[in-house]
């Protein structure tokens, strides 16, 4: 099967550390593990593969991924090789008041959860090799930027990711990072949205596209997720999402879906603090297996 997504984000299995088989190199990082993204020394051949990976992307996002995806990457303008941070940053600036760093790969959650609470993105800076085109275990300059740049212009959006990584922070403390990682697995990186609600269906189709970074990168999953009628798509239920395990190394057999950006953002607003403690006392479900209150989406 081919697929393309990220490993689990924040929280989880090593994401350094013990785990000496990270490719990046991260003897020139910083204490925020920042380093010089050096585009002088991207080869024609990266910025060619970016090119073709972006261009096979470019094909199948119009029919799959949400509007505020689709507007932001119009505008980007960045297809035709690979993009200099700074650049974009500029803009960013501008729009949201984020920025991109560069970083060299995956980084210690703590370091993650606190670029992201002072609205900074980390880009990893490598590209993949032209036999991972469609499937790669770790982010890629692709999937970072691809995947996930495009939406940090969309101001609803951008305040739920400085949201997410304040909510890291906190979560670390309270040993919490489990059910929180849970969330940004199927928010941030596979999440559904319905445009025009879930009673007002819009015009073409049903309304349902993709606004996970996970998805939008991927060759194979972002037309399963939508197409596929085997794919389960549950209504966005943050308790039930936090009690949910998630596949790494295939499609995702559910998918949760939201009205819109404004209802992530009200919805994870208020103290998680007693739904942590809640959570404690609660079974998980696998993938797959579907809660008795699930609301079909
Ligand atoms: N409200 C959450 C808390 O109290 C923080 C958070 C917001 C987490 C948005 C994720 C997303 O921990
Ligand atoms: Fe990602």
Redesign the pocket.
């Known amino acids: 099967m081919a697929l393309e997504h990220s490993p689990p984000p924040p929280a989880t299995e090593g994401r350094t550390g013990s785990n000496t088989s990270l490719r990046g190199d991260y003897s020139r990082a910083d204490s925020d593990y920042v380093v010089a993204q050096d585009w002088s020394a991207y080869t024609a051949e990266e910025h060619a593969l970016y090119v073709r990976l972006f261009q096979r992307q470019s094909r199948l996002v119009p029919r799959y991924a949400c509007t505020q995806f689709l507007d932001s990457l119009a505008r980007l303008d960045a297809g035709s090789a690979i993009p200099r941070f700074d650049a974009v940053s500029a803009r960013l600036r501008r729009a949201t008041r984020w920025e991109l760093v560069a970083v060299p790969g995956l980084i210690p959650d703590d370091v993650f959860f606190r670029h992201l609470a002072n609205r900074r993105f980390p880009v990893t800076v490598w590209l993949r090799k032209p036999e991972e085109a469609e499937y790669i275990v770790e982010p890629d300059v692709f999937h970072d930027f691809f995947g996930h740049v495009p939406l940090l212009f969309e101001p609803v959006y951008a305040d ?1 990711l400085q ?2 990584g ?2 890291g922070l ?2 670390l403390g309270q040993d919490a990072l489990d059910y ?1 990682a849970r ?1 940004y697995w199927y928010t941030i990186e596979f999440g559904l949205i319905r445009e025009g609600g879930h009673h007002g269906l819009r015009a073409q189709g049903n309304g349902l596209r993709a606004y996970g970074a996970g998805l939008l990168s991927s060759s194979g999953e972002l037309a399963h997720c939508i197409d596929d009628a085997a794919a389960q798509r549950t209504r966005f239920d943050l308790l039930r999402i936090m009690r949910t395990r998630y596949k790494i190394d295939s499609y995702q057999p559910r998918y949760f879906v939201i009205d819109s950006f404004e209802q992530l953002l009200a919805e ?6 007693p739904l942590y403690a809640k959570l404690r006392g609660l079974p998980e479900f696998s993938a797959e297996e579907a809660a008795p209150e699930d609301v079909p989406a």
């Open positions: 739920y949201e997410y304040r909510g906190k979560a929180l969330l994870t607003r208020p103290d998680f603090t």
